[in-house]
């Protein structure tokens, strides 16, 4: 990437904007190939969500996160480029298409400010490979036309764009002009009050928010899909059998409502409902989203060092603070959870150390409480080696044994038939990484697919030898009960 000494607010003029363009058209000319132009100014407080919100369109790709107990949030929207792949080296499809990108991009602006630069938002299903109709490919990365960030105090908006060989510099500038303008002097209500929306680069019909759900309250039916207690039965037999010692098996409950539901909306629900966890929406750009709240980090860089988590094991909360703090010391010596969280936290340290990693981690887990349950956690991190990057650690992680099993191979395999359903993105990985070698994906669990009037709603619980079915179904019951009530509104 070239990071140009050009800052857009103090050469703030469309002559001046012109003439940088012209700047990235003669690059483009020089070998035929059109430039990514990454233009980053910190603007005034905004809230991610509520711009997301403001412009949201069903036609279009779209990318939130957020960890709001520490003030980071993140969205983009309408692609730029984007990449597909799918089998055992989507992974590192993604990465070439990622260099490549890199090898012809231009930068000017904040670039160092939190969230500067290009971005690129990426989802990969559990698995390497879909079936036909599913929602989502088995790998889908995007540059957003724009995007927004906070980290903190500060803000900090991206616009994006192509400049090939050909381009017509005075309409590029004048959508880049009219990108910044809007981020700067941002209204919220033009989005959510007008129904007009706001489309900072001036692409895609205008619905805005109330063009797609109604502020009616819905009334939904629950449908359960497949047999969970029978998929339990014949996890644990395959335990029994020898093939595995661990497998993670989901449930899935298709909800049906009487209004239009707005994926956004019954987000921000759970970002409320959940601070802890981190509450995310990725949009295929054919009407679905799958939205969700997840208390589980998959992989984190920055500056060079990974951070990873083993979760696992399982309890609800306490009514009052005496329970609350018996079902947790139970869970901290319960033999069953305390084995499947060390499958966890093994099978991680094992899948790192042929990359040249040396996981770091405390002797016991500690917990993790939730608004509605609490896990045995352990975090981890480790020095990435030279020549080692953040997608090079998650195709040796994911899926993990907190969402798949263990041995990885045996069980994964055994999930599409044990379970009747594909899970398309439920369990998979979502995130971002940044032109700088950092990023940031979380594990895509208590989650939903949102589309027009329906979701199908997932949960899972994880298998070993000594599970109780009737155990099992309550602990999804419990991580059920959290989308049903933001469903509900």
């Keep these: 990437m070239t990071i140009l000494p050009i800052h857009p607010a103090e050469n703030a003029s469309p002559e001046a904007l012109v003439a940088f363009l012209r700047q990235c058209r003669d690059a483009a000319r020089g070998d035929g190939r059109a430039r990514l132009v990454s233009i980053s100014l910190k603007v005034g407080a905004l809230d991610p969500l509520a711009v997301l919100e403001a412009i949201f369109e069903p036609g279009e790709l779209h990318f939130y996160a957020e ?27 993604v990465q070439r298409f990622m260099d490549d990108v890199l090898e012809r991009t231009i930068a000017v602006g904040d670039v160092d400010a939190p969230f500067g630069g290009p971005h690129f938002f990426g989802a990969f299903t559990f698995l390497d490979d879909v079936e036909p109709g599913e929602a989502f490919p088995a790998a889908r990365v995007f540059v957003p036309r724009w995007q927004v960030a ?62 797609h759900a109604t502020l009616t309250r819905a009334t939904f039916t629950t449908t359960e899909v497949g047999d969970f207690r029978a998929s339990v039965a014949g996890g644990l037999a395959a335990i029994a059998d020898g093939h595995v010692k661990k497998i993670v098996l989901a449930r899935a409950q298709d909800m049906q409502a009487d209004v239009p539901l707005h994926p956004l909306r019954l987000l921000n629900g759970l970002r409320e409902r959940f601070p802890e966890c981190y509450s995310f929406s990725v949009a295929n750009g054919r009407g679905q989203s799958f939205i969700g709240a997840s208390p589980e980090r998959l992989v984190r860089v920055s500056k060079g060092v990974l951070e990873t988590e083993a979760l696992a094991g399982s309890a609800r909360r306490g009514l009052g603070a005496s329970e609350d703090a018996a079902l947790g010391a139970a869970l901290l010596e319960s033999e069953k959870d305390l084995r499947e969280q060390r499958h966890v936290l093994d099978s991680i340290v094992r899948r790192l150390e042929p990359l040249g990693l040396t996981p770091r981690f405390p002797a016991t887990p500690v917990l993790r409480k939730l608004a509605n349950v609490q896990h045995l956690h352990t975090p981890i991190t480790a020095e990435l080696p030279p020549g080692i990057r953040l997608l090079d650690a998650l195709a040796r992680l994911h899926p993990t044994p907190a ?52 979701a199908r709603v997932y949960a899972g619980a994880g298998i070993v030898e000594g599970s109780d079915p009737a155990r099992e179904y309550s602990e999804t019951e419990l991580k059920f009960r959290a989308m049903r009530e933001a469903l509900l509104g």
């Design 67 to 93: 960890r709001p107990t520490i003030q980071t949030a993140i969205a983009g929207a309408e692609a730029v480029l984007t990449h597909e792949a799918s089998g055992p080296d989507r992974f590192a499809s």
């Design 150 to 211: 906070r980290a903190g105090e500060v803000t900090t908006a991206v616009a994006n764009l192509l400049v090939a060989p050909d381009a017509e510099l005075a309409t590029l500038a004048e959508r880049v002009w009219r990108a910044h303008g809007k981020f700067k002097n941002f209204d919220y209500g033009r989005g959510s009050k007008s129904g007009r929306g706001f489309h900072p680069m001036g692409s895609g019909s205008a619905h805005g928010l109330e063009a």
């Design 403 to 454: 969402v798949g099993g263990s041995p990885r191979e045996a069980a994964v395999a055994r999930i599409r038939e044990l379970e009747g359903f594909p899970r398309g993105l439920y369990a998979g990985a979502i995130g971002w990484l940044n032109a700088r070698g950092g990023g940031e994906f979380l594990v895509g669990i208590r989650s939903a697919l949102v589309e027009g009037t329906s």
